[in-house]
């Protein structure tokens, strides 16, 4: 069956320095990926969305890398904030788009 | 600019009790989706609505049942809640073939 995994255990960084957050999935090739943030009793919210045929996509302080080989995508946030902490999931699409499949999420801290 | 509204946010129910989950979207989009979020777990795809009139199964839909009232409104329904069931649940909804979800705020359901 597909499975997608991210960290389970939470991400403690500086202020400052860049975040990496990592999603691995095994089983599954999907047509593009998305990365989401949620907020403590909030519902998730779209950051960036990566397609196969793109190797990196960047918003702002954002970067988000698509590696099909390694059935891994890397997502960057630069010059961290406190700002920034929150939990972040990625997703990947299923049947041409018609469904999303969520990890579990990664817990990012910023501290000042 | 309401995005997607849920009904109610909290709910306690007695094992055996029905209620319904209440979804609107003010953003014209085609497609709807009930998830569930659960501690480890992440978001899973309980029932979709790819459009008006049609909807399908996710990846735990026993226990629930839906309906796309028309293309604003969707609704999830517990007909004999179980403890299994407490849950964070959450709407979303999506433009035909974007895939990019806008979510609900989510309704945090207690089964006792």
């Known amino acids: 069956s597909q499975k997608i995994e991210q960290n389970s255990e939470a991400l403690n960084i500086q202020e400052g320095k860049t975040a990496t957050l990592t999603c691995n999935y095994t089983n599954y090739s999907p047509a593009y990926l998305q990365w989401y943030r949620q907020d403590p009793g909030r519902g998730p919210v779209f950051l960036l969305l990566?397609?196969?045929?793109?190797k990196e996509k960047r918003k702002e302080r954002l970067k988000v890398t698509f590696d099909t080989t390694l059935k891994q995508s890397l997502f960057h946030i630069t010059a961290s904030q406190p700002a920034d902490s929150a939990t972040y999931l990625c997703a990947l699409d299923m049947e041409y788009g018609n469904k999303l499949v969520f990890g579990a999420g990664t817990i990012l801290r910023v501290k000042s | 600019n309401a995005g997607v509204t849920q009904t109610p946010k909290f709910q306690v129910l007695k094992t055996g009790q029905s209620m319904t989950l209440q979804c609107a979207q003010d953003?014209?989009?085609?497609?709807m989706y009930w998830y569930r979020q659960d501690p480890g777990m992440g978001l899973r795809l309980i029932y979709y609505?790819?459009?008006?009139?049609?909807?399908d199964k996710g990846e735990v839909p026993n226990g629930y049942n839906v309906s796309r009232l028309n293309k604003r409104e969707f609704s999830l329904r517990l007909e004999s809640a179980a403890p299994s069931q407490t849950s964070v649940y959450f709407c979303?909804?999506?433009?035909?073939?974007?895939?990019?979800?806008?979510f609900g705020a989510g309704s945090r359901l207690t089964v006792l």
């Open positions: 990566i397609r196969e045929n793109e």
């Open positions: 609505s790819a459009s008006e009139g049609t909807t």
């Open positions: 953003m014209n989009h085609n497609s």
């Open positions: 979303a909804s999506s433009e035909a073939g974007a895939n990019v979800l806008t």
